[in-house]
């Protein structure tokens, strides 16, 4: 099986830079996923990595160290609208199907 | 291009009783998975469909299953409904199996068991 951790909660002030990690432990890593999903609304995709390094795409970066079985995905310019849950997740085991974490509930005050 | 569509949206059973939910995949797109959202265990995967066939399964009963038609239209199922099932049905389709950079989910349909 596989185990995804991410924070539950995090908060943080609009203009600003977070950053939310997702560790994980799997066998026969085939990538990793990060999606925001807005209050009831259905998940968007942000990005994939699949390989150690940082993906930066525009105001969104995600990073990927497989040999420590992390992960960050590093917003900027934080604006009130990326108030949301980012989900991380985890594709093993020679399927491409993710599994997922929790989810991160991103809270943007002023 | 339309997205992901998903019918009905919100729905309320009983307790035993059998639901149909449908999801019409992105034009073109051949691959539809299925999830379950709950609040306690998160974005679930149920199973995925291409060319009318079950590609891969998750980890749940029996009790629910699926079909993907020609026109890559696909429906899950879920028969004695149980308290438990009450969540959010996302449907996602993507162009080819192994499209996962490319998956879109559709809005989802809330189920609700009473």
């Known amino acids: 099986g596989q185990n995804i951790d991410q924070p539950t909660e995090m908060t943080a002030t609009e203009g600003a830079i977070v950053q939310i990690n997702c560790t994980y432990q799997t066998s026969g890593f085939n990538g990793l996923f990060w999606y925001q999903q807005h209050a009831g609304e259905a998940p968007t995709f942000l990005s994939y990595n699949v390989l150690d390094g940082l993906e930066e795409k525009g105001r969104f970066s995600s990073f990927l160290s497989r040999s420590k079985g992390y992960s960050y995905l590093l917003l900027k310019e934080l604006q009130m609208k990326d108030s949301a849950s980012y989900l991380c997740?985890?594709?093993?085991?020679?399927?491409?199907?993710?599994?997922f974490g929790r989810g991160t509930s991103l809270i943007v005050h002023p | 291009k339309a997205g992901v569509t998903q019918t009905p949206r919100y729905l309320i059973k009983t307790r035993g009783q059998q639901v149909t939910l449908s999801c019409s995949p992105i034009?073109?797109?051949?691959?539809v998975s299925w999830y379950q959202q709950t609040p306690g265990q998160g974005l679930q995967f149920l199973f995925e469909?291409?060319?009318?066939?079950?590609?891969n399964k998750g980890n749940f009963p029996g009790r629910f299953s699926g079909r993907q038609f020609s026109n890559s239209r696909s429906e899950m199922n879920v028969s004695t409904l149980e308290l438990g099932d009450s969540a959010l049905y996302l449907c996602?389709?993507?162009?080819?199996?192994?499209?996962?950079?490319?998956?879109?989910f559709g809005p989802g349909t809330r189920l609700t068991v009473t």
């Open positions: 996602a389709s993507s162009l080819d199996r192994g499209s996962m950079r490319e998956q879109y």
């Open positions: 034009s073109g797109h051949r691959s």
């Open positions: 997740a985890v594709a093993s085991g020679g399927s491409y199907i993710p599994t």
């Open positions: 469909y291409f060319s009318e066939t079950q590609r």
